[in-house]
Structures are given as C-alpha cells and as structure tokens.
C-alpha cells in the first residue's frame, strides 16, 4: 500500500528554510567540484537502492521492571488467522515514502519541494558533506577496524561510527554517548591524524522502574529538532549461537533466515518502545503536536545495522531484525552501502522525514504489537507517560546483581535471630 503523508508546517516558514538554505547550499559548493560528486553518488544510491524488509511483530512475554539487557521478553511474527504460513512485512521505503519522493526530485529534476513532497535542507546538507567525504570516512572507519581487530571494546565501536558515520548524517553533529562506559576516551580512536575529535559524554538513561529502564549508548540529537532524538544501540560484535531454541511460532522461513540479531532483541526491542513512549511525554511536555508517532530507534555492529520502530499510539511494531543488513558492500574493501547511508541518513532525521504507516495498514494492525494491553492488564499504561530520562530508577535489585554474603537456608533457618521473619 502506498502511504500517505500530510505536512503540517506553515507555508511561510517552509518558504524562509528554503531560501536560506538554498543560498546556504550555493556559496556552499559554487566553487566546489565535489558538488557533481556527491550528486553523482546520491544517483547512484537511487539507481542501485536494496530495500529494507520491515516485519511486524508481537511481544509475548514483557518482564517489566527490569533493565533492557536483563529483560526476559519474548516476541514472535504476527500471525494471519486464514494463513499461519504469510510473513507480514513492508518495506522501508514505503514508511519513508515522501522522502525518497524528496530524493528523487531533487537528484533528478533538481527541485526541492512539490505539492506532493519536500526534501529537507538541513539533513540535505549533512549527507552533502557526508557523501563528498565518503573515501575520507570509509579509510579511516577501516584503519580504526583494522587497527583494533576482533578485540575491539563497545566504546572504541561506538565512538568510530559515531564519530565518522553517524553524527555525519545530522545537522549540527549533535550526539550523547553514555558516561558509564569505562574507559572513556577522551578524544576519536580512529588513526586520522587530523581528527582528533572530542568525544561527548552524558546521561542517557531512560525509562520507568515498573516498565524498562537503563542507558542506550548513544543519543543523536539533530540540531533545532525541537527534542527530537534518535536513541542507538552498539554492539561489538554479534555472534550466533549454536543449537539455538526457536519458539514453536517461528516460521521455517524465519529459522532459515534467523539474523543475528536474535541475541540482543529482548534489550533493543524494549528500549525501542520504552523510547517511543518517552518521546511521545517530551513532545506532549513542550507542547509540540508530533507529525508522526512512529518513533525509530537503530542498532549497529562494525558489519550491521538494524531498524526497529514503535508507533506509541496505535502500538504497531515493526522490525528489520530478521536479517542482517550490510553497513559495507564488501568488508574487505570497507566500501559503505549507499542503500545503509540512505535507510541510517532517514532514521537519524525522521523528525524531517515524518516516517507513516497507510491509514488504512494503522486501522487493521492497531494494537498489533500487545504492548498496550499488557500493560492495561497490569494496571501500567498511565505509567508510561511518566517514562522519561533520569539517572537511576527505584528499583529491586535483581539476584545476579547482589554484592552481599551468601548463607545456606538451613544455616539461615537454625539462626535464632530470625524472630519468625524467614525471608522477606
């Protein structure tokens, strides 16, 4: 089904963005051969372009009140009654379709705005850098990669792609590592003499005790994005595991193509809802009415990436976890995927982009994902609107995180100290 987007934006201030930029943009590269460069390889991205499969999903087990690394939840594909056999899906693509409208215009008719779609200036602007810079940020990915092998800790992962991928694709270059990493470079770890580049730390964490909670990675903050952010996710490096249990929902087709995502998709896929609820309470708080509640998070290896996305209204989840999409079109080579830079780029600035589902997909799959009636079962659907970003939660202290002595229970049922209180 083709989307339909609507733009609530005045016309006056669209036309004031878009003369500034536009002199922006022509001082920028009028005496620039690296404009035809970049054109040609945003073109090249279009004519070459491999879609992202987005699949529904339903969570099945929630376990609330714990951190998103130690979260228990379980999820499956969403069922058809009359076909157990179909995979529901739709394509990234189709989310973002006024966007890649934008694109289009603009790569090959060079107009920026239609009646039918726009394409934003200032994330026009970053992959215009970005992309005639690309050679420059693929060598030094690849040396900083090479550099540090198998071995590489999350935090030189996080601060290479962040540093020299990410921040790149927004306006302004705003990001937010989380403090709790240890150690904590101070500066790029990447082999470019030239960079040297501070590395922002700060606090991350997020979510409600009775809920999830805990810290994602990094936070990108686009600039002049009115408290739009986008949360991330890093991972070293995912490895399979062997003689895995699948759920007997699975479908063959799923096991066949199982990614490795598999790993990580209790942490991320309730960090990405707890977000999407977060975001919707600081919209709400700064009294900004949000042009799509369809709320994207992303998650990144060295060789991967993944996009899951939450609408908090309607309680549709959806998810590319079911494969591993490339970052590179060759690892060997390091030569970034222009389709990754692409799906990444409209992620990064979905304030911009405003990514929708069909009305009509929204009306057949509202509550698809059961996140809202657990919660209205258990009483917890007014707390998610108290979600929001702190340092630490109230929370009991899992088993596996107590530093305190151990005793036997019969040593502890012979002490005459207990007063008849055997365990609390």
């Known amino acids: 089904m083709a989307n339909t987007l609507v733009f609530h934006v005045k016309k006056l201030s669209v036309q004031r963005s878009i003369s500034g930029h536009k002199v922006f943009l022509s001082r920028q590269f009028s005496q620039n051969v690296g404009l035809v460069d970049w054109k040609i390889k945003l073109r090249r991205a279009l004519e070459n ?39 529901l899906e739709t394509k990234f693509s189709t989310v973002f379709s006024t966007g890649f409208q934008g694109v289009k215009n603009y790569v090959y008719n060079n107009v920026l705005e239609t009646s039918e779609s726009h394409l934003p200036l200032c994330p026009l602007t970053a992959l215009s850098v970005f992309l005639t810079e690309l050679q420059k940020e693929e060598k030094t990915l690849k040396d900083g990669f090479n550099k540090y092998g198998k071995d ?24 937010m590592i989380c403090n709790d990493y240890r150690p904590k470079p101070k ?20 979510g409600h005790a009775d809920i999830w909670y805990s810290r994602p990675d990094v936070v990108l903050i686009p600039k002049q994005a009115d408290g739009y952010m986008v949360p991330l996710w890093y991972i070293n490096e995912l490895e399979e595991e062997e003689n895995e249990d699948y759920d007997d929902d699975i479908h063959p087709l799923e096991i066949k193509d199982q990614s490795k995502f ?45 996009v899951i996305m939450y609408d908090y209204k309607n309680d549709i989840l959806l998810s590319s976890g079911h494969s591993d999409s490339s970052l590179w079109y060759d690892s060997n080579e390091y030569r970034l995927n222009l389709s990754a830079i692409l799906h990444i780029w409209m992620v990064l600035n979905y304030k911009d982009f405003i990514p929708k589902l069909d009305p009509e997909v929204s009306r057949h799959f509202v509550k698809s994902s059961n996140v809202h009636n657990i919660l209205e ?22 088993d596996d995180e107590v530093n305190g002595n151990v005793r036997d229970v019969q040593d502890y049922l012979k002490d005459p100290h207990d007063n008849g209180k055997l365990w609390y």
């Open 262 to 306: 598999k790993t990580l998709a209790s942490q991320v896929l309730s960090q990405a809802i707890t977000f999407a609820f977060y975001q919707s309470n600081i919209m709400k708080k700064r009294g900004i009415v949000p042009l799509t509640t369809l709320v994207p998070s992303l998650i990144l290896t060295p060789n991967h990436y993944y």
């Open 152 to 175: 590489i800790s999350e935090i030189w992962v996080a601060a290479l792609l962040t540093n020299h991928l990410l921040s790149c694709l927004v306006y302004g270059n705003q990001y």
């Open 187 to 206: 500066v790029c770890p990447c082999t470019n003499a030239n960079c040297r580049m501070d590395i922002k730390y700060g606090q991350t964490g997020l």
């Open 377 to 398: 079962s258990l009483n917890l659907f007014e707390e998610t609107k108290k979600i929001e970003r702190k340092n630490s939660f109230s929370f009991d202290v899992n």
């Open 49 to 87: 372009y491999k879609d992202l499969d987005l699949r529904f999903i339903r969570i099945t087990g929630h376990g609330f009140g714990t951190s998103f690394s130690n979260t228990p939840l379980r999820y499956r594909r969403l069922k058809v009654p009359d076909d157990a056999n179909v995979i």
